[in-house]
Nanobody
Framework: QVQLVESGGGLVQAGGSLRLSCAAS??????MGWFRQAPGKEREFVAT????????YYADSVKGRFTISRDNAKNTMYLQMNSLKPEDTAVYYC?????????????????WGQGTQVTVSS
């Protein structure tokens, strides 16, 4: 069983930046992803990274603004979010799946964090 703990959410003005962290328990390096869910909407894919960190993939809505990364020595994943927009407001979740490849498909992930709120004011 893998425990995922997110941190780094908060309130920021439009155009600002935040960095989310997701710490995974244990030593296994999983492929990981970030998803988000706004009120009244379905959970949607944001970004994913392979277990090695060598492959990444982004949703079109965040491409060029968000950067996913990981520190395998700490078994921690990050999401650097720049140029934030009000439409980025959501609860952000990190997720882990069997290595090596990441995925944009929500149902392919085995473990989920509790979520962290990101609110972007206009």
């Amino acid at each position: 069983q893998v425990q995922l703990v997110e941190s780094g959410g908060g309130l920021v003005q439009a155009g600002g930046s935040l960095r989310l962290s997701c710490a995974a328990s244990g030593r296994t390096l999983y492929a990981m992803g970030w998803f988000r869910q706004a009120p009244g909407k379905e959970r949607e894919f944001v970004a994913t990274m392979s277990s090695s960190g060598g492959s990444t993939y982004y949703a079109d809505s965040v491409k060029g603004r968000f950067t996913i990364s990981r520190d395998n020595a700490k078994n921690t994943m990050y999401l650097q979010m720049n140029s934030l927009k009000p439409e980025d407001t959501a609860v952000y979740y990190c997720a882990a799946r069997k290595p090596p490849s990441g995925s944009y498909y929500t149902g392919s992930y085995d473990y989920w964090g509790q979520g962290t709120q990101v609110t972007v004011s206009s």
